[in-house]
T-cell receptor
Framework: ETGVTQSPTHLIKTRGQQVTLRCSSQSGHNTVSWYQQALGQGPQFIFQ???????GRGNFPPRFSGLQFPNYSSELNVNALELDDSALYLC?????????????FGPGTRLLVL | RKEVEQDPGPFNVPEGATVAFNCTYS??????FFWYRQDCRKEPKLLMS???SGNEDGRFTAQLNRASQYISLLIRDSKLSDSATYLC????????????FGQGTELSVKP
């Protein structure tokens, strides 16, 4: 086990609703990255948080937003849910944001938007 | 064109077979390369990093050709437990923690 936890494990929402997903990083890690994995695809980078600041963002609209807390846990918020937001949402923690750091993934949250 | 492209799969092989996965990447600024393994409905886990000189870990051998922007993974003597999706992953220089994943190649090892 990586020590990275995510909640909830599964979630069902309807189109237009808002959702908050949570991630607790591994002890000693100050960086959290979020990824979206649609069925049959590889994960896609959403954004990264380093010491409570956004530190890079992928090609996702502004309705995807995040936070990182002083204990380095993190939230992913998605507003105005669309059907295509149905996916596995993964968070990964690392000890820094540097190029050489290994990222350890949590088990993910499966989101279904109806 | 996708930044990282892999063989479409799935690969169905008998136990004991040797199987090779291929991957190409488009950004010449790519710095670090990895193979991740993802079991069904689980999170990706780092299988191995890929170095320019090539590297081996037991039955697994990874190769990198920077000139061709090509990465490979060879699995020898396949086991039933090797059945999973294999993800080719690239990290671009100076983009910090952003990992760029291929779409994955599914491997099914049969008795």
């Amino acid at each position: 086990e990586t020590g990275v936890t995510q909640s909830p494990t599964h979630l069902i929402k309807t189109r237009g609703q808002q959702v908050t997903l949570r991630c607790s990083s591994q002890s000693g890690h100050n960086t959290v990255s979020w990824y979206q994995q649609a069925l049959g695809q590889g994960p896609q980078f959403i954004f990264q948080y380093y010491r409570e600041e956004e530190n890079g963002r992928g090609n996702f609209p502004p309705r995807f937003s995040g936070l990182q807390f002083p204990n380095y846990s993190s939230e992913l918020n998605v507003n105005a849910l669309e059907l295509d937001d149905s996916a596995l949402y993964l968070c990964a923690s690392s000890s820094t944001s540097g190029d050489g750091e290994t990222q350890y993934f949590g088990p993910g949250t499966r989101l279904l938007v109806l | 064109r996708k930044e990282v492209e892999q063989d479409p799969g799935p690969f169905n092989v008998p136990e004991g077979a040797t199987v090779a996965f291929n991957c190409t990447y488009s950004n010449s600024a790519s710095q670090s390369f990895f193979w991740y393994r993802q079991d069904c409905r689980k999170e990706p886990k780092l299988l191995m990093s890929v170095y320019s000189s090539g590297n081996e870990d037991g039955r697994f051998t990874a190769q990198l050709n920077r000139a061709s922007q090509y990465i490979s993974l060879l699995i020898r003597d396949s086991k039933l437990s090797d059945s999973a999706t294999y993800l080719c992953v690239v990290r671009i220089y100076n983009q910090g923690g952003k990992l760029i994943f291929g779409q994955g190649t599914e491997l099914s090892v049969k008795p």
